[in-house]
């Protein structure tokens, strides 16, 4: 059960830390290389019963978990530049990776000479959801960061923020797809995507936030 207050002597800490140079290059990397992983493995969907899943949901929350970790302890202007850095260096990965690695096959750097527009499309809506849902989870985190309730900020956050980024990229990247099966199901999909990055931001993201939050604050003690 989740507490409904922060204990003072596990989470009390200065308002904000000064960043190191190598804070924002660190954290901006992972974040590249979250998303292009994330976005090879959505070609890959999987099914739990009735519900279909898409591996890519299985990692992708680690951005939320760095984004939140980053408001929190560096505030939301470094969350934004790591945002604005990020955001072409994975649109490009996103779509080299997922290109030369079509549906599990390399198909070598001849399949860079012509356009894949499917792969293009899943890029696409990768950086769009990725920009439009990462400023809404640092918008509301940055709104609750004060809350002795250390689990509401970035349990709120993930909630907007998954939902935006979620339904963002499949109607970009999916909706009227040459790829049948993601054209006809990629509602359904989105949709237990969504409530998959919940339950995974539930029952790992957000314990991890508070026992790294919890360990960083004695380290900076």
């Known amino acids: 059960?989740?507490?409904?207050?922060?204990?003072?002597?596990?989470?009390?800490?200065?308002?904000?830390?000064?960043?190191?140079?190598?804070?924002?290059?660190?954290?901006?990397?992972?974040?590249v290389l979250v998303i292009a992983a994330s976005n090879y493995l959505i070609q890959y969907p999987f099914k739990l019963g009735f519900i279909t899943f898409t591996w890519g949901s299985l990692i992708f929350p680690l951005v939320y978990l760095a984004t939140d970790l980053t408001v929190?302890?560096?505030?939301?202007?470094?969350?934004?530049?790591?945002?604005?850095?990020?955001?072409l260096p994975a649109l490009l990965l996103s779509y080299l990776v997922s290109v030369l690695f079509y549906q599990g096959?390399?198909?070598g750097a001849s399949a860079l000479a012509t356009l894949n527009v499917a792969v293009a499309r899943v890029a696409l809506g990768s950086f769009s959801a990725y920009v439009i849902g990462q400023l809404s989870d640092?918008?509301?985190?940055?709104r609750l960061r004060s809350s002795r309730r250390w689990?509401?900020?970035p349990l709120a956050s993930s909630v907007v923020g998954n939902f935006?980024?979620?339904?963002?990229?499949?109607?970009?990247?999916?909706?009227?797809?040459?790829?049948?099966?993601?054209?006809?199901?990629?509602v359904s999909i989105a949709l237990a995507d969504y409530v998959y990055k919940l339950m995974v931001c539930l029952v790992l993201m957000i314990p991890a936030y508070g026992l790294l939050l919890k360990?960083?604050?004695?380290r900076l003690r």
């Open 164 to 186: 935006i980024d979620t339904i963002s990229f499949f109607f970009i990247a999916f909706h009227q797809s040459p790829d049948s099966f993601m054209a006809e199901h990629w």
């Open 215 to 218: 360990r960083i604050t004695h």
């Open 1 to 31: 059960m989740v507490p409904t207050t922060a204990p003072t002597a596990d989470y009390a800490f200065v308002d904000k830390i000064a960043p190191g140079p190598w804070v924002l290059p660190s954290l901006a990397l992972f974040h």
């Open 151 to 153: 689990w509401l900020a």
């Open 105 to 107: 096959t390399f198909l």
């Open 138 to 142: 640092v918008l509301v985190f940055n």
């Open 72 to 87: 929190r302890l560096f505030g939301a202007p470094l969350a934004r530049r790591i945002i604005a850095t990020v955001m």
